[in-house]
Each structure stands twice: as structure tokens, then as C-alpha cells.
């Protein structure tokens, strides 16, 4: 699919360097914004029949839902989906004309790091440049609003690291010794869980998960890897990941309510 008209090249902003990431300085550089929506997965923890992103959750398949909330943010240049070679289901699940400013790479990887790492150069073929801001969001987590996406936006656009929605543990955390029992209690008060969108310039995150390789299940922790502290944005829980059967129907009760 064509660049849209809006997506006119950027103007040149200073590169600000490494030294003030790690000294997590507040440089502003505004860039602008894409979103990166990793769909290679085949959704084996949720059993369903196709893989999980196309199955169907209060009568539309998750990633529609998914897509609509990145749709109602006008300042993303675009939303490209990374998807299988292998892919059988996207066209028929979801209508091509259903979303504008959308664009497909067939470039998905054995693990979501490979994904998002493939879809990142399939970005700069579509015109995205190295302080660009990229929003990497989990296709499974479909009950997105775009006030959560603008909340991360507006905490991070100024930031010279990046950063990610989380939520602070609210449970007591325990570390089992390899069979279901306890070994440890582990203190919660500093713990968060990552969720999405997290927010990286192009060229950082690319960097990044080269070096991190392959295993590495969000952007965050290759970034960290890197000895750079992301800003961690407050979510909400109803932003959780599709994962298991019992997901579906918890899903469908949330959206039920808005
Ligand atoms: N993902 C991807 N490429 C992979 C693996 C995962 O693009 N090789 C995507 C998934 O499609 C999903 C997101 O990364 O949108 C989060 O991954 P996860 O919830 O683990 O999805 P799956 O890997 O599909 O599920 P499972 O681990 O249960 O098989
Ligand atoms: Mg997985």
C-alpha cells in the first residue's frame, strides 16, 4: 500500500546522543509517530482454531479491535501489521477498506522479537527515519483505548529513552522452586508488569534488538539491555494480553460494558 500524502518527510531534528539516554535527560526531539502491531503469533496458550488474533471476540476478530483503537489516533503516521508468510486469515478476517493508513509486511518471525525486529525495516521502507517514535503493540491486546496510547504519548514524546504502559503488582509475588511450591515471596513494591504499546525511537529499538537477540518478549527489556532506563507510563488492567481460553469471554464481558 501507498505512503499516505500525511506521511511527508521529516524535518531534521539535533540527533541527541547516548550520553544524556543514560543520564535520562529530558532532551525534547520531536519525531514522528508509527505504530508497530506484532500479528506473526499462532496463539497456541489460547487453543483456539485459528490463531488467536483472528478469533472472535464480541462477534469481530480481536485484531480489528486492536486496529480501531490505533486508527482513532490522528498523529500515528500509520499502523503497519507484521504478519506470517504463512498467513491464511487476514484478508478474510479483516476487510482491507475497514482501516485506513494501515499497511501489511508478510515478514514475521519464529519468536515476537523477530517480528517486531523485521516489521521495524519494513517501517523504513515505508518512509520511517531514525528518531521516528515506533509503538509496538501486541495484536492480543485488543482492548486498547487510544486514551492509554495518548497518555503513553504525552509521557514519553519529551523522554530520551522511551518507554511503556505497565501496572503496578497489586498481588503478593511468589517464586516457586520448580513443582508448584513456594521457594520465595518476592517483594512487590518497585514490581510492574509491561504491557503495551511501548514506545521506542527507530533507530535505539533497532539497535537494541540486534543485540539482545532473538528471546528477548518485549521491546523494554532489549532496550534495558542496552543500560537504559525506559519511563514506565501507567496502563490499566483492562489492557490485558489474550493468552488463554478464559481470556475470550473475560474480554467480551469488558467490552460489554463501554
Ligand atoms: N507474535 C509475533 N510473532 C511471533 C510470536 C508472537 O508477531 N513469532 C505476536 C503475537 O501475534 C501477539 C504478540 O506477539 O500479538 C504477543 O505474543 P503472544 O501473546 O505470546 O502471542 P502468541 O505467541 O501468538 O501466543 P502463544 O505464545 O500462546 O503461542
Ligand atoms: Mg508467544
Known sequence: MPLPASATPQTPVPAHGEQAARAGSRARAPGRCWALVPCA????RA???LPKQYADVAGEPMLRHT???LAALPQLQGTLVVLSPHDEHFEARVPQHA????????????????SVAAGLAALRERGAEDLDWVLVHDAARCLLQPAWVQRLIDAVADDAVGGLLALPVADTVKCEEGSARVEQTIPRDRLWLAQTPQMFRLALLQRALAQA???VTDEASAVEALGLRPLLVPGAWENLKITWPADFALAERLLATR
Request: net charge positive.
Open 41 to 44: 503469533g499462532l496463539g497456541e
Open 47 to 49: 487453543g483456539a482454531a
Open 67 to 69: 486496529l480501531r483503537a
Open 99 to 114: 482501516f485506513d493508513r494501515r499497511w501489511l509486511a508478510r515478514v514475521g518471525g519464529a519468536t515476537r522479537a523477530a
Open 213 to 215: 537477540g532473538a528471546q
